[in-house]
């Protein structure tokens, strides 16, 4: 078996190299692997870190993923659902940081009601947001679950240009271990494949240390982020809610923390060595498990941090996992203090841009230049060359 020095010698990734650094786990080596990422970062993407101000908008929810907090059928909590007034307010103060994008985030529903009120959402934020450092008001990202290709194509329209979507597992029969049935995992397929015809930016990602979910799912996983040729990943540990049906594998969850912690970092570093120029999200759920979590994240090549601006008296109600960190302190003073800490680990905070990948910069490009072709001499054009871009263990099955 190559070394894993050898392995990050070669061009071109395969499945294998992305098992054997996926289950790395000598400290020199994880070494070499968060190292190379971090230089695959810089050379692709530079040393700029995107944030966008995270707005959990609703904990309403129509579906039962066994996994998530706010399931429909979780009784323990409070639903709410923020009025338009405030999530604008939220988006504005994220734009006075220089934050430049937001996050739109809730449980999933469909109703119409749901689409013409997410919709009215987009455009207030839109046109609240303008201003001269940021002409085209702030950059809209969604995440709200699967929707109809027609209020897709309405929240496009309204101003909305990147989606995230998790798979949450590349594997239909992991992905159908830990949905309920009225959840298909060929459905969210085609929701991501309509989502970038519509012209979204388009961001998936998954749970690392689901129980019974292994090393190579995990490198199938990244090969399927590839293959979806997706703009982001969003992904993070897998972690306990007490009040799911998952719940009985609290024990496998205690036992194997810190190994899901490690692998969860490793997927961020295997990402970028493998998709290059994409947008990686180093995300809360990381710092549910590690206070230093998402300055980690951010040195095994992730780029960008969602600071939470969801009010504080409801971010208790949006927990997805048991300790997510809903931070009651000051927005502001927490906003200085992940300023010290990217700052300290070399890295540049980007401000009033929206902080597309770039990947989607790259795209949109050569998308351009396909439409200019029609009206330009073909001699006229200089040819740009674009860079192209057993774990775990297993365990007991979920319900
Ligand atoms: N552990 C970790 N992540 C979770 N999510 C939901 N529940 C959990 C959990 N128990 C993630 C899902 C979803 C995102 C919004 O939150 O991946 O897509």
Known sequence: MPTIDAILQKRELDRDDIIALLGASASADVELIRSSAEKVLIDECGDAVYYRGLVEFSNYCAYDCHYCGIRKSNADIKRYTLSKDDIVAAAKWSIRQGYGSVVLQSGERRDPEFVDFLEDVIAEIKSATVSEKLPNGAGITLSVGEQEPQSYERFYKAGAHRYLLRIEASDPN??????????SWQNRIDCLK????IGFQVGTGVMIGIPGQTVSNLADDVLFFRGMD???????????????????????YDQHKDKIFQTALLMIAVCRLV????????????????????????RYGANVIMPQTTPVDVRRDYLLYDGKPYMSDDARLYHSDLEKKIKSIGRKITVDDWGDSKKAVLRSQASYQCLTLKSKPLKSLKSKSLKSNSFLVTGAPPP
């Open 174 to 183: 992991l992905f159908a271990l830990i949905h309920p049935q009225n959840q």
């Open 194 to 197: 309509t989502l970038r015809q």
């Open 230 to 252: 997706v703009d982001m990943i969003g992904m993070g540990p897998y972690i306990v809610h007490r009040s799911t049906p998952m719940n009985i594998h609290a024990d496998y």
């Open 275 to 298: 998709l290059k120029n994409v947008n990686i999200a180093s995300t809360t759920a990381l710092q549910a498990m590690r206070d230093d979590g998402r300055e980690l994240g951010l």
